[in-house]
């Protein structure tokens, strides 16, 4: 490969990046908007999705959202607090705890997601349509698969 095409690379990796890294922080406070009201918030509200009608252990959560078994823990920990989720003993895993939404946290999501609907649709229509925001997330999701396919020591 070419030193020109090595920095073209580069430089197309590097405004994908900053792009999401935007991206996320625009999602991040849009959610935070919308959570607010719930008494949540984005990382709050994203915790409490993935556990609303699946337990799951801290560990597992984190895998499936991208971030630290420390970081979910904490959170975790404030939902279980808020009486939002509760702690269940994990049948595959003495020590390992689930983590289940309550009632009141599954109320709680449903009420952001009837306001995540309305941001949905203006993103939608100001995007062109549903096909278009599918390919979006298409693209995404393939960005983030040939990350996870790399390596965290950036070989191939």
């Not at 420390?70 to 003993?89: E, F, H, P, T």
């Not at 306001?115 to 096909?131: K, S, T, V």
């Amino acid at each position: 490969m070419t030193r020109t095409a090595e920095s073209g690379e580069a430089e197309a990796f590097s405004r994908a990046a900053v792009a999401v890294f935007r991206l996320n922080g625009r999602f991040t406070a849009a959610l935070d908007r919308l959570a607010l009201a719930s008494g949540l918030s984005a990382a709050r509200w994203q915790i409490l999705s993935t556990v609303t009608g699946r337990p799951l252990s801290v560990s597992e959560v984190a895998r499936r959202v991208g971030t630290t078994r420390q970081s979910v823990q904490r959170i975790a920990d404030l939902l279980v607090r808020q009486g939002l989720a509760v702690y269940l003993d994990n049948p595959a895993h003495r020590r390992a705890k689930l983590l289940s939404a309550t009632e009141r946290g599954a109320a709680a999501k449903r009420e952001i997601d009837t306001c995540l609907a309305e941001l949905a649709r203006q993103l939608c229509e100001g995007l062109g349509g549903e096909d278009e925001v599918r390919q979006t997330a298409e693209v995404l999701r393939g960005l983030s698969g040939a990350l996870s396919s790399i390596g965290s020591d950036g070989s191939g």
